[in-house]
Nanobody, 122 residues
Framework: VQLQASGGGSVQAGESLRLSCASSGRTFSNNAMGWFRQAPGKEREFVASISWKSDTYYADSVKGRFTISRDISKNSVYLQMNSLKPEDTAVYYC?????????????????WGQGTLVTVSS
C-alpha cells in the first residue's frame, strides 16, 4: 500500500493550496482518511478527517478555513486550505484509518503518506 501526497508549496499568508493524496495497492472506500501535520520542533497534530460516509472533523485551528473531501472512485483524499497563515507551515501527512469512523487520534491510522511541505510566509 502506498499513499502519495502532493500539492504542497510556498505561498503568502492569505493564499490557498490544495493537497491531494492518492492511494494505491488497495481501495479504502470503507476506511476513514485524515490529514495530520508536523511543524519544525513540534509533534504531529491532527488537522482533519473524513469518515467512510464523508462525515468530517477539523482541528479548531483550521475550522472554517480548511475543507477535507474524498473521491472514492479515485481512492483519493484532498485538503483545500484557504486563508493560510504562517502558523500553518508544516509537513502535511495523509493517512488511512483503521476503521470506517473518523478520528483525531494518531493511533487510529495505520497507513501514512510521505508528507508534503507547506510553507506560508507573512
Amino acid at each position: 500500500v502506498q499513499l502519495q501526497a502532493s500539492g504542497g508549496g510556498s505561498v503568502q499568508a492569505g493564499e490557498s493550496l490544495r493537497l491531494s493524496c492518492a492511494s494505491s495497492g488497495r481501495t479504502f472506500s470503507n476506511n476513514a482518511m485524515g490529514w495530520f501535520r508536523q511543524a519544525p520542533g513540534k509533534e504531529r497534530e491532527f488537522v482533519a478527517s473524513i469518515s467512510w460516509k464523508s462525515d468530517t472533523y477539523y482541528a479548531d485551528s483550521v475550522k472554517g478555513r480548511f475543507t477535507i473531501s474524498r473521491d472514492i472512485s479515485k481512492n483519493s483524499v484532498y485538503l483545500q486550505m484557504n486563508s493560510l497563515k504562517p502558523e500553518d507551515t508544516a509537513v502535511y501527512y495523509c493517512a488511512v484509518g483503521r476503521s470506517s469512523y473518523a478520528s483525531i487520534r494518531f493511533s487510529e491510522y495505520n497507513y501514512w503518506g510521505q508528507g508534503t511541505l507547506v510553507t506560508v510566509s507573512s
